[in-house]
Structures are given as structure tokens and as C-alpha cells.
């Protein structure tokens, strides 16, 4: 692509919102909402400042070390960065990608320079506002002209749950120029960037999916046509990417969508049905993977063991070519068998993300999980029998919560036994499946705010910090920039897993005494904090 002369599109991936920031927004609301005990139930107070794992784990070897590492999790390839980059490039485009904003800003600045004829925006991760707003901020001050595209997410989450004249309002406040509302969007960018190129000066009512500004402050909507973009033909080409970005960690899709309907998520009928990447399209990204020395890769699929037996395929498919990944994925441990459980391991499986969501079979049936406790315990026994990490994730609050159903949750977290786990506190978006029974549980809110017949989120903010104090079967491991990715990337990093347990049992202690925003002496964790990352004396 170097022969093109002009850059059509840089694609920018995730922009991590300054976390002391975000505690002071939601410090004004804590009284109607539970987005600042959340945060507080996943950070800690270190020096005096609240600061999240991330930033307590760089801090914690730069003081035993002198050397600050700047560890983070999003300095991994962004799948949606690559994707789109690979997608792009192969229609005849010259692009660029910016992985990390936060890490990335002076080379963002530099390529601004070219006048790019766009900047396309990926909301993967995003549930606010702010991170669009600042980035589409920079890239107003550093090159004025360009267009700036937004799609993804959560500009299909604003476009669905809002009316057309809130819907305005936000554009405007976003800042973008074009907004890509379909829930693929590849695309419509594509056909974007060819009229940009091409016929700048005309109207982009031609192209379908798309709200664009057309003057000023008016915004103006093109019809709609439903993308179904094929996997097998869009995997990643990642010849586009030079070998020190992909080593040793990778992100990679095998699948789109998700085969269960969960009633407390919206994903499936964002993605529509489950579509499958062929074995043969995977097992040749892979071989280049493995060729360029990649050692981890993280599996983004939502049910990355279902269907089970094109899982166990998968595997062998691994095994066979002796690829040997160490490899970290969601996974379905109530959908799995004894074969599936040993070819996992046989294949590299070194951790699964398991979203429990709850150890109460009132709560799954409320949740509409298709699983019920008695198998949850069977498979975590089992990925532990494996030599597997297992991270549990559970959600406090859920409409049918009660006091009895969390201590359900909390003797199956202490009868199971995983290596790590979190317990969130329920986010109600009004647009997911549950909220069609709001009535029957008497479900009022939104977001943080919310009660029920039988709980509120204050009641369940209670209950995971009385989870945190009191069970000792397993270390937590919060949000906030640390997920089961983040064990495999950390490893990449030179840190080993004895490191990665220690640190979240001492974290676990800082956590319980940071629950108050005036916590006692914490001398003693921050000293053993010290002593795990000294280096060892030659």
C-alpha cells in the first residue's frame, strides 16, 4: 500500500478515560447512583490515591525497580483496529492505525500531519461519551479538515435507545462529522472512503447506514441496509502489520454473535445469529501467527466451545499442526464434556473468562443462562483439574436477587474454588431482554440506578463488599483494565503467574481496606507490594 500517495483513513482504537476523572463525576451522583461504588469495588488507594490494578501494579515495580514497565492490557493489538485496517486495505485503501490513543498520541499527531481524508473512530469498549468527545477534540485541534467517522457499539447502542431529536443532540455533542449506525459497519466505511476519495463534494445520501452533518449542525440520515460481511473472507491479514506489533500477543475472532439469549445482554440482537469462521480460514491465520513467533492468543468469541463439536475440532486442528499457543478464551464450562475439557488443555488452553453470572439456579433461570449451578461446579472442577486459571464473573443485583440467592453465589464461589473472580454490580440497560418483565419484578431505573421487588443498588453494592471482606477461596481480580487477557499479556510481559496470584491476594487486602475512602495504615501490603517485584540478586 506504500505506493498510495494520500492516506485515506486513520482507525483509532481505544482512548482510556483518566480513571481520577471519572471518580470525581461519579463521586457528585453517589447518592442516586452505584457507578462510583463500582469504581470503588474495583481499585485501591495507594500513597494516598485511588488508582486502579493497572496503575498499582506499574507503581508497585517502578518503586521495587526504578524502572517504570507502562503495563497495559490495551497495548495489545485492538482487534477492531486490525480488523478494519485489514478489511480496508484489501479494497484499495491506505490506512493507518492508532492501537492505543493514550499511549499513541504523538504518532496520532504525526500522521494527522498527511491530511487524512478520514479518521475513523471504534467505540468497541466505550458506555459514555467522553473518550469520542476527547479524541474527536484532538483531532479538530492537529488537522481541522478531515472527516471524522464514528461507528461501532456504542453508536448503534445511541441510535437504537434513543428518539431522532435526542438522537441530534448527541451527534452534535459527539462532534463527529459521519456516524455508522449498522452493527457490522465494515462496509459502509469502505463505501465511505471510496466517495471521499472520489466525489468529496457530494452528498453522502447514497451510501445506506450512515447519519452525516450536512450543514452546520444538522444531521441527516441515509436509509438502511443490512450488512452480513463474510468471516471466512475477512479474517486478518496480518501481512499488513509489521512483526513487532503482533509479538508475542494477539487478539483473534473465530465467530460472530452469540448462540444464547442471555436476558441481561443485547449482544445477539446487535450481531444477529451466530456465524461460524471456517476451521480451514482460522488454521491459515494461525499458521502465519505461529510463523511470526506469536505466542498468545486471546479468543474474543462470546461461546468460544460452542458449537462444542466444531470446538473439539478446533483443538485438534491446533494439536495437529503443533502450534502451541498458550491460549485464553470465554468459555461455556456448563456446555462441555471430558473430551472437550482434555483436547482444551492438550491444544494450550492456559485460562478461561467463566461468566457465571450467579450461584443461585433462581437467579441463572431469571437470567435465562440454559445452565444451572451443579454444572458450573462440575466444569470449573474439571478446567482445574486441567491445570487451567479460571476466572469466575458474577452480577449482584439482578432482578429476583435476594439475600438468600447472593449467599447461593457466595458458598458456590467458596465450594468451587476459581482462581480469580469479580462480582459487578447490575447495570440495567432498558433495552435488554429483562426489561420486558420490569413489571412482574417491579424494575425501575436505569444504569446504576435501579430497585426492585426484592433489592437496590445500594443494598447490592453492600453485598459485594461484604463478598470482598469475607470470602477466602479465591482472589479477586477487578475491572478496570484487568481482565483474563490481561494474565496472558502480563505473562508475555515477563511476569509470571506465582507474581499474577500474589499480587491479586495483596491487592484483594488494599481493595478491602480502600472501601473506605479513608482507609487505615497500609504500610504493611504496600511493603509486600514491594517485595514481589524486587528483582532477584544475581
Known amino acids: 500500500m506504500s505506493g498510495l500517495s494520500t492516506l485515506d483513513c486513520i482507525v483509532v482504537g481505544y482512548n482510556e478515560v483518566d480513571f481520577t476523572k471519572l471518580l470525581k463525576e461519579q463521586k457528585l451522583g453517589e447518592k442516586y447512583s452505584g457507578g462510583y461504588r463500582s469504581s470503588k469495588a474495583n481499585s485501591v488507594i495507594y500513597h494516598g490515591e485511588r488508582i486502579t490494578y493497572t496503575k498499582l501494579l506499574n507503581q508497585a515495580i517502578a518503586e521495587a525497580t526504578g524502572v517504570y514497565p507502562d503495563l497495559n492490557i490495551f497495548k495489545i493489538p485492538n482487534l477492531a483496529c486490525c480488523y478494519l485496517k485489514s478489511y480496508l486495505s484489501k479494497r484499495g485503501h491506505n490506512v493507518e492505525i492508532v492501537n492505543f490513543f493514550n499511549s499513541d498520541k504523538e504518532r496520532f499527531a504525526e500522521l494527522l500531519k498527511q491530511s487524512p481524508n478520514a479518521v475513523a473512530l471504534t467505540t468497541t469498549f466505550y458506555v459514555d461519551d467522553e473518550p469520542i468527545m476527547e479524541l474527536v477534540d484532538f483531532i479538530r485541534q492537529h488537522c481541522p479538515e478531515t472527516k471524522i467517522i464514528a461507528g461501532g457499539p456504542h453508536i448503534f447502542n445511541l441510535h437504537t435507545h434513543h428518539d431522532p431529536a435526542t438522537q441530534e443532540f448527541l451527534w452534535k455533542k459527539l462532534g463527529a462529522d459521519v456516524y455508522v449506525y449498522d452493527p457490522q459497519g465494515e462496509g459502509t466505511l469502505d463505501r465511505v472512503l471510496h466517495h471521499l476519495r472520489k466525489t468529496p463534494e457530494k452528498s453522502l445520501d447514497c451510501i445506506p447506514n450512515l447519519i452525516y452533518r450536512t450543514d452546520g449542525d444538522h444531521f441527516d440520515k441515509s436509509g438502511k441496509m443490512a450488512e452480513n460481511n463474510d468471516l471466512n473472507e475477512n479474517t486478518v491479514d496480518w501481512t499488513f502489520f509489521d512483526r513487532d506489533f503482533m509479538v508475542p500477543t494477539v487478539p483473534m475472532r473465530t465467530a460472530r454473535s452469540c448462540a444464547f439469549k442471555c436476558s441481561f445482554c443485547s449482544y445477539?440482537?446487535?450481531?444477529?445469529e451466530l456465524t461460524l469462521t471456517s476451521l480451514d480460514a482460522v488454521e491459515k491465520e494461525m499458521r502465519y501467527l505461529k510463523e511470526q513467533g506469536v505466542k498468545n492468543i486471546n479468543f474474543i468469541d462470546d461461546t468460544f466451545n460452542i458449537?462444542?463439536?466444531?470446538?473439539?475440532?478446533?483443538?485438534?486442528?491446533?494439536?495437529?499442526?503443533?502450534?502451541?499457543?498458550?491460549w485464553y478464551s470465554m468459555y461455556r464450562c456448563s456446555n462441555s464434556d471430558d473430551e472437550a475439557f482434555e483436547l482444551l488443555a492438550e491444544s494450550g488452553c492456559k485460562g478461561v473468562f467463566l461468566g457465571i453470572e450467579s450461584g443461585s439456579?433462581?437467579?441463572?433461570?431469571?437470567?435465562?443462562?440454559?445452565?444451572?449451578?451443579?454444572?458450573?461446579?462440575?466444569?470449573?472442577?474439571k478446567l482445574q483439574k486441567n491445570d487451567v486459571i479460571t476466572m469466575a464473573s458474577f452480577i449482584v443485583g439482578f432482578p429476583g436477587e435476594t439475600e438468600e440467592t447472593i449467599q447461593e453465589t457466595i458458598d458456590f464461589i467458596e465450594q468451587t474454588s476459581p482462581t480469580f473472580y469479580r462480582a459487578m454490580l447490575y447495570y440495567h440497560d432498558v433495552k435488554v431482554p429483562i426489561h420486558k418483565q420490569a413489571k412482574e419484578f417491579e424494575l425501575t431505573g436505569a444504569g446504576y440506578s435501579w430497585k426492585?421487588?426484592?433489592?437496590?443498588?445500594?443494598?447490592?453494592?453492600?453485598?459485594?463488599?461484604?463478598?470482598?471482606?469475607?470470602?477466602?477461596n479465591s482472589s479477586v481480580f477487578p475491572a478496570h483494565g484487568l481482565d483474563l487477557e490481561g494474565i496472558g499479556y502480563l505473562l508475555g510481559?515477563?511476569?509470571?503467574?506465582?507474581?499474577?496470584?500474589?499480587?491479586?491476594?495483596?491487592?484483594?487486602k488494599m481493595l478491602i481496606e480502600s472501601l473506605d475512602d479513608s482507609p487505615g495504615d497500609m504500610t504493611e501490603h504496600e511493603n509486600m507490594l514491594l517485595d514481589l517485584f524486587q528483582p532477584v540478586a544475581v
Open 452 to 472: 426492585h421487588k426484592t433489592m437496590d443498588w445500594q443494598t447490592a453494592g453492600d453485598w459485594i463488599e461484604q463478598m470482598y471482606r469475607t470470602i477466602n
Open 493 to 508: 510481559e515477563g511476569i509470571d503467574l506465582d507474581q499474577i496470584r500474589r499480587f491479586a491476594a495483596i491487592g484483594q
Open 361 to 381: 439456579n433462581t437467579i441463572l433461570k431469571n437470567m435465562n443462562k440454559a445452565a444451572k449451578k451443579e454444572r458450573y461446579m462440575e466444569g470449573i472442577r
Open 268 to 272: 445477539p440482537g446487535l450481531a444477529g
Open 307 to 326: 458449537p462444542l463439536p466444531r470446538f473439539k475440532d478446533l483443538c485438534r486442528m491446533m494439536i495437529r499442526n503443533k502450534f502451541d499457543f498458550n
